[in-house]
């Protein structure tokens, strides 16, 4: 367990000095010091650390203990970083990244919202504001004891995931999605009243009607993030869907039994998952804005949807020339993705293009023209589209 003098793994050893320091620091101050999160709740599992990163929470200014660290060490360079709003500062130290959390409780005016803040509560305020008993756990440093006023070690050792209250899911419906990557990761269950809470949840949020609050479309994607990117991903959107929560996502994917498959091609193909997911939703482009998904991202998903509409409803091209003339502009990214969400018919064609034809060069290079006389210039790419051309007409479509 996480005392100082006995941390067995590399990653605890290394926390051992800075933890000592901080420790020091926040108890000369007269401020409790306490590891939270992940480190304890996976010490109860018996689990190895899952990175370097480390949680403190501190009864206390977070902002002033790292300005005493500077203080006893002016020289050392520890990459503080201060988010004044929540009150907290990540800091580096070697190989660890340390964020230290001023303990807080948060209101919410409305679902969803970005939660209202109040700083200089006791560590046990601060606990009563987390998603799941197995997370609102904190062991006080240097050597205990443990804190766990919501019984997390009990939910822990009987495999349960239980939300702290009522209104923990209306209040931030991304709890459903870490509960997906708790379950997937520890084999944690989602039952009785809390699994209740969500579908009372999902039966009642209007996002069917209005629109998604910017906050929570934005946590909604870094949530997803995660899940797709450092999570068992099959094993989470299938707890997701076995819940009826992927409805949280877009109420299209709830009913979708294909994600399995693209998202393993998606994988295969080295695209990113959360779009290969939206792919064959009927107006990926408004997802994709809910969410708040990277420009490129959107870019991509917006021109697949395009492609799309125009597979289903112009004529096809005859030749591999006229798919390369359509295709190309859209990209390869925008392709693929259109090609995960295309039925088996129309597949061949973007398969061809993605795997070959867009890589077909001109079978005599531009120093061999220049050679035979062709002018170096404008006149020189036409004649190389020419014959690249010429050799795509030979490809079977």
């Known amino acids: 367990m996480w005392r100082l003098d006995t941390l067995r793994e590399a990653r605890d050893r290394a926390a051992a000095a800075p933890l000592r320091t901080l420790q020091q620091l926040a108890s000369a101050a007269g401020w409790r010091l306490a590891l939270v999160g992940g480190a304890v709740r996976d010490g109860h599992l018996d689990r190895p650390g899952t990175g370097p990163d480390i949680d403190l929470l501190l009864e206390g200014p977070a902002p002033e203990l790292a300005r005493r660290l500077l203080a006893a060490d002016p020289t050392a360079t520890h990459d503080l970083r201060l988010h004044g709003a929540y009150g907290t500062v990540s800091l580096a130290w070697g190989e660890l990244r340390i964020d230290i959390a001023s303990a807080r409780r948060e209101t919410y005016t409305c679902p969803g919202a970005h939660p209202t803040v109040t700083l200089g509560v006791p560590l046990e305020a601060d606990l009563a504001r987390r998603d799941f008993s197995v997370n609102a756990m904190a062991r006080l440093l240097p050597d205990g004891p443990l804190l766990d006023p919501f019984d997390g070690r009990n939910d822990l050792a009987a495999g349960r995931l239980r939300f702290l209250h009522g209104a923990s899911v209306s209040d931030d419906p991304t709890r459903v999605l870490r509960a997906a990557r708790y379950g997937a990761r520890l084999g944690l269950r989602l039952e009785g009243d809390d699994l209740g809470q969500v ?199």
């Not at 450092?230 to 997701?240: G, I, K, S, T």
């Not at 393993?264 to 193909?269: L, M, N, P, Q």
């Not at 804005?289 to 697949?304: E, I």
Request: hydrophobic fraction near 50%.
């Open 199 to 397: 579908q009372r949840t999902l039966a009642a949020w209007p996002w069917a009607a209005t629109p998604t609050p910017p906050a929570l479309g934005s946590r909604l994607r870094m949530e997803l993030d995660l899940l797709l990117n450092q999570e068992p991903w099959r094993q989470a959107l299938a707890l997701l869907q076995a819940w009826g929560a992927l409805g949280l996502i877009d109420p299209e994917l709830q009913h979708d039994r294909s994600w399995p498959q693209r998202l393993a091609w998606a994988e295969r193909w080295d695209l990113p998952l959360l779009p290969a997911l939206l792919a064959p939703l009927a107006a990926p482009e408004a997802t994709a804005a809910r969410l708040d998904l990277p420009l490129q991202q959107a870019r991509a998903l917006a021109a697949a949807a395009q492609l799309r509409r125009w597979l289903a409803t112009d004529p096809r091209p005859v030749d591999a020339v006229a798919w390369d003339e359509r295709l190309a502009p859209v990209g390869a990214d925008a392709v693929a993705l259109a090609l995960l969400a295309t039925g088996r018919r129309g597949r061949r064609p973007l398969l061809r293009w993605l795997l070959r034809w867009q890589r077909l060069a001109s079978p005599v290079g531009a120093r061999e023209l220049l050679a035979r006389g062709v002018p170096a210039g404008p006149a020189l790419g036409q004649e190389l589209r020419r014959l690249r051309q010429e050799r795509l007409r030979q490809e079977r479509c």
